[in-house]
């Protein structure tokens, strides 16, 4: 006794009279997603809890950094561009300048740490998204471990950085 | 849904056999009904692929997110060259990618937060002049100033 695999034949275009019944997509995922917020705005629906009643994970908070450190280092570039459009002097002068007011080491560090942290973090990490963008390292205790790795590393490269020079 | 019973088998070899072959007999008839039943709704969810619906789809999100990686990947290149060649060709060239990898990236945080058609296009719209912005102000530093790379450098050195 036979019986067809219809499941495959499902995918195959050519046999037409499979598909009588379906549907084709007339909507992109974006018209998708206005259409349910200008709904559930219209209706003015209070959204439900989320980020206050869910546990925090590992992954996500590592997520939501990588988001953090991404809007801060884009935040800080143009805050750069937009003074060397603006501010009259040269580079080296403002460097002196921020160097004459004695910051002490120790402040020196701390502000190096904080340009070098969000840059390897925000590096680091987004190699680990290549990754999955390749379709690897998906699995649940993967996801952890890289991403101990990527805290691991970005904390040892910022130190690095400092004590370089 | 019941088994198909040959006088043969009950014949032949006794009662026993029988009881097995029937249960054989009567899963894989279930299963293709319930395959058929499955069939059924399956089609109807069944989603045309872009092939299907004669030009209606657009590869233009696929395309951004495609070029979204290249961007990436190509930003993490120009962190060793910025260190072992540096001059005017990585200054301009990390001018670019910066901004546009910092535009895109922004681009998305905006998608995921802003909603309502007015909203969308005036954040969009400020983004835009943003980065407009600060790539004017990169390359201007690149021509007017010591240019990104000598600057990571003697920030550094201090």
Sequence with gaps: MTFTRQGTCLFRPQFGILYRHAVPMGTTANEEMNRFWAKNNKLNRPMSPHLTIYKWSMPMM???????????LSGGISAFALLALVLPGNYPYYLDLIHSLS??????GLAKFGIAFPLSYHTLNGIRHLFWDSGKGFKIPEVYRSGYVVIALSILTSIAA???M | MAAIVRISSVCNRGVKP???RSSLLSRPLVAQQKDQERSYPLTARIHGSTSLYAGSGSKAASLHWTGERVVSVLLLAMGPAAYYFPGPAVDYSLAAA?????????GQVLTDYVHGEPKIKMANAGLFLLSTVTFAGLCYFNYNDVGICKAVALLWSK
């Design chain 1, 62 to 72: 590592m997520s939501i950094t990588h988001r953090g450190t991404g809007v801060g």
């Design chain 1, 103 to 108: 910051v002490g080491p120790a402040l020196l």
């Design chain 2, 98 to 106: 910066l901004t546009l990898h910092g535009h895109w990236g922004i």
């Design chain 1, 162 to 164: 400092i004590s370089y």
């Design chain 2, 18 to 20: 029988l009881f097995y």
